[in-house]
């Protein structure tokens, strides 16, 4: 029997379509035959690259008997997370709330109006380590809602209206506090980062994920001249260096993995996100920016120490390269090489070679993650002689293996000396040769707005940084296939996601018009062309009108079709919250304050900036002793602190006005916005501000439109800066 999920622009779901679970999409569709035939919703909630959502869809879906169970006693609906986090968050908060934990596969029980009533992640297939099996769950869920609908009623009641309690919408006028204390705030946040700092680098326990939306923070505290500035540079350095010199980065093609299971990074889980690649692109960018700016110059020799330059654009170069190579030869870029796709597996086949390395005739599913990337000393001997046993010396490929017997991965685990470095330099061809010729793990195809916008914003910047002309080209192509293919101009909305060049029917949420918003600005300042600039006026005007209601107050959910909101709303007791907290990616509502800051800094737009600054405080306040959640809001507050610069170049192009722009994109300080260009009429930034005589170039320094007189050299301008 076929189920509803040919077709999909999700991989995930498309894996699932020729499953026996007649799974549904989620949808109106799904609750209404719910409530037809009197039965629960059995929500089942993961993503393409989750290797325990591949366990648990091969033990349990694959079944027949299983399917044909839920089939007859539910309505099994499946989510790809990473296209509906609406769906994700309000199901999430409500298993924590149940069970005390979360991950996925997420598993939840819902009535027909979509509140949930029990809860739960991976189930097995036969009772294991103290958990029951996933038929049994299943028997009891249908025990319950047979027996006791009642309790089972009375169960999501109380839970939606817990959820609702905890959560609120968020206003966007949060005025300063009396007697503000940005200042002492933002220095307690370094002090109580260091206090979690890891020993191994990074912060908190196994399991480990890279901080990528709060390295910025500390790298814009570095260059801020506040209190605790070089502390905040060498917590970055460390954590930056630590991350770089692991198997958490895989030391072929350069590509980051989602976190480490290890406290010191040494055994990764394997999936590669786009997402998180391009908040480390950013991250490492932004230190060779700090090392080599005039904010850097005091500390530069002690950050050194820690994570030198010449390394870091090492890291910049390889990871830059990994998004920039086509999927099919193992990078992130869609083949046509406009945007960039979302995920590479955790899991893969094994070789012939590898399994029988290992003395293996059938590893299994469970024994498949990161197979791709596991060596053996005895394969590094066959394809490097003496080299191999020198390099796995070095990078702690042992016998027992780390992850499996298939092998261990590429783990450094310290600084390369110059001959340890021409050792990996000289094996890395021989290696990503031999690699290609395993089986690669599969590629989640679909292009989701957020991301590809928050690649924009890193490649734009690390080329403006490195010099990388080809990468900004890159960046916009990437920009342009968004607004060609993502936006509706008529409509003023953003799709979530697209595949093969379509847009999916999936709404845009806010993280999708925040950072396309962002990486609109971005590409405008690095480019001076007024259109990017004009469409992120469009993309800000289409938050108002779909994600504020009474003006000041900022809801998730508006731009959701009602068929699919009326199940979250009863679940979330009736609330639209927006998330204030940095996850795996910096929190909407901190990324949309920045792009209104940045917005009004090139429009004037006094109420603009307001707002920005009122997110911003909004997000940090909530998370006042967990600064680790509130890193892209606390980076808002910074630059408010300091004080927004706008920078408006001006007069004919030449060496004199690029040495201007090297000035102004060379400066660490936060809070620096930059216009160029000969548009006065479309950007306010640039209305009045003159060139010198014969259309000599000169630069503006301005605060809210504003401006100091006018510099014409480099030196002038980093001093006005300063």
């Known amino acids: 029997m076929a189920n509803h999920l040919a077709g999909q622009s999700s991989l995930y779901l498309r894996q699932h379509a020729d499953q026996p679970v007649d799974w549904h999409v989620f949808g109106s569709v799904a609750f209404a035959e719910a409530a037809e035939r009197d039965v629960p919703v059995f929500l089942s909630v993961g993503y393409a690259a989750c290797h325990w959502c591949h366990v648990m869809a091969h033990e349990s879906f694959d079944d027949p008997a299983v399917a044909a169970y839920l089939n007859a006693h539910f309505v099994p609906v499946k989510v790809d997370r990473e296209e509906r986090p609406d769906v994700d968050a309000v199901y999430m908060s409500a298993t924590q709330a149940m069970t005390g934990q979360g991950g996925w596969p997420m598993s939840v029980f819902l009535l027909p109006d979509g509140r949930a009533f029990h809860a739960g992640t991976y ?33 999501a009641s109380r839970l939606a209206h817990g959820l609702g309690e905890i959560t609120s919408a968020v206003r966007v006028d949060v005025p300063a506090a009396e007697g503000d204390r940005t200042a002492e705030r933002l220095a307690a946040a370094v002090g109580r980062l260091e206090e979690l700092e890891s020993s191994e680098g990074g912060f908190g326990a196994a399991p480990k994920f890279p901080p990528g939306p709060l390295l910025p923070f500390l790298t814009d505290h570095a260059a801020s001249g506040l209190p605790h500035a070089e502390e905040a540079g060498a917590l970055a350095g460390r954590t930056l260096a630590a991350m770089a010199r692991a198997a958490l980065r895989d030391q072929l093609d350069g590509g980051f993995c989602r976190y480490s299971v290890t406290g010191d990074w040494s055994v990764p889980h394997f999936e590669k996100m786009l997402y998180d690649n391009a908040l480390l692109l950013r991250a490492y960018t932004r230190w060779v920016r700090l090392l080599r700016s005039p904010e850097g110059i005091a500390s530069r020799e002690a950050w050194e120490n820690v994570l030198p330059e010449a390394e870091a654009v090492a ?142 914003t890193a490649l734009a910047e690390a080329g403006r940084v490195l010099g990388r002309a080809e990468w900004i080209d890159r960046a916009a192509a990437a920009a342009r296939y968004l607004r060609q293919t993502h936006w509706d101009p008529a409509a003023r909305t953003l799709a979530r996601v697209s595949h093969q060049g379509r847009p999916g029917a999936v709404a845009g949420v806010l993280e999708d018009y925040a950072h396309v918003l962002e990486a609109a600005l971005v590409l405008y300042q690095l480019t001076g062309d007024a259109e990017w600039y004009e469409w992120a006026g469009k993309l800000s005007s289409a938050v108002e009108e779909g994600f504020l209601s009474d003006g000041q107050v900022l809801n998730e959910d508006q731009r959701q ?159 006005e800066l300063r």
């Open 315 to 456: 890291v910049v170069e390889a990871l830059a390269g990994f998004l920039l190579t086509p999927a099919a030869r193992g990078g992130l870029a869609a083949e046509d090489g406009t945007a960039f796709l979302s995920a590479l597996d955790a899991d893969s086949q094994p070789s012939v070679e590898q399994l029988r390395r290992a003395g293996l005739t059938d590893v299994g599913l469970h024994e498949r993650e990161g197979a791709f990337a596991l060596w053996t000393p005895e394969e590094l001997l066959e394809l490097l002689g003496e080299d191999g046993l020198d390099l796995a010396r070095l990078m702690n490929v042992t016998e027992r293996g780390s992850v499996s017997a298939l092998g261990s991965p590429l783990h450094p685990a310290r600084a390369l000396d110059d001959a340890s470095r021409d050792l990996l330099d000289r094996s890395r061809p021989v290696l990503l040769a031999a690699r290609a010729t395993r089986p690669r793990p599969s590629v989640d195809d679909k292009v989701v707005a957020s991301w590809n916008a928050m690649a924009v």
């Open 123 to 155: 189930f097995p297939p036969r009772p294991a380590r103290g958990m029951p099996a996933f038929s049994q769950v299943l028997a009891a869920v249908v025990e319950a809602w047979t027996e006791r609908r009642d309790a089972v009623e009375q169960q």
């Open 561 to 719: 079709s009602g068929g699919d909101l009326e199940p979250l709303r009863a679940a979330s007791g009736g609330s639209s919250a927006v998330d204030l907290f940095d996850g795996a990616t910096p929190a909407p509502v901190s990324v949309l304050a920045q792009g209104w800051l940045t917005l009004s800094a090139l429009n004037g737009d006094s109420a603009l900036r307001d707002r920005g600054f009122g997110l911003a405080r909004a997000a940090s306040d909530a998370a006042a002793s967990h600064p680790r959640v509130a890193g892209a809001a606390l980076a808002v507050e910074l630059a408010g602190l300091l004080g927004v610069l706008e920078v408006a170049v001006v007069g004919e192009t030449g060496p004199e006005r690029d040495s201007l722009l090297d000035a102004a994109f060379g400066s660490a300080r936060p809070g620096v916005v930059i216009a160029a260009g000969q548009d006065p009429g479309r950007v306010p930034l640039l209305d009045g501000r003159t060139p010198g005589p014969d259309g000599r170039p000169l630069a503006y320094v301005c605060r809210e439109m504003v401006c100091h007189a006018p510099v014409g050299s480099a030196e002038e301008l980093r001093a």
